[in-house]
């Protein structure tokens, strides 16, 4: 079974920044891709980025792309967002998700929710203005 677990969240100012990392005990973590994904309260889930297996490939919600930077490092089955120039729109609680199946995709990430199997129990971000 995958597990999944998020650290890094807390509170910060508008402008700040925050790494958020997932660490997975999985041995297969290095053919999976990853997502990170974030709900805020009243709101649906939502795709923020995601890497390929290899790193090679990254995927960015508009809102995200040029102040998120997602990475991994598969000798350390771990994946990482940066986050900077933080604005409180992005208050949410933030999750760790992976495709187990991304063989499937040609080397590619996904950017649904739906194609990601195994979620992390989130950590929560609040930025206050």
């Known amino acids: 079974q995958v597990q999944l677990v998020e650290s890094g969240g807390g509170l910060v100012q508008a402008g700040g920044s925050l790494r958020l990392s997932c660490a997975s005990s999985?041995?297969?973590?290095?053919?999976?891709?990853m997502g990170w994904f974030r709900q805020a309260p009243g709101k649906e889930r939502e795709f923020v980025a995601s890497?390929?297996?290899?790193?090679?490939?990254?995927y960015y919600a508009d809102s995200m792309k040029g102040r998120f930077i997602i990475s991994r490092d598969n000798a350390k089955n771990t994946v990482y967002l940066q986050m900077n120039s933080l604005k409180p729109e992005d208050t949410a609680v933030y999750y760790c998700?992976?495709?187990?199946?991304?063989?499937?995709?040609?080397?590619?990430?996904?950017?649904?929710?739906?194609?990601?199997?195994?979620w992390g129990q989130g950590t929560q971000v609040t930025v206050s203005s």
């Open positions: 890497i390929s297996w290899s790193g090679g490939r990254t």
């Open positions: 998700a992976a495709d187990t199946v991304a063989f499937l995709r040609a080397g590619a990430a996904s950017t649904r929710d739906t194609d990601f199997g195994s």
């Open positions: 999985g041995r297969a973590f290095s053919t999976w891709a």
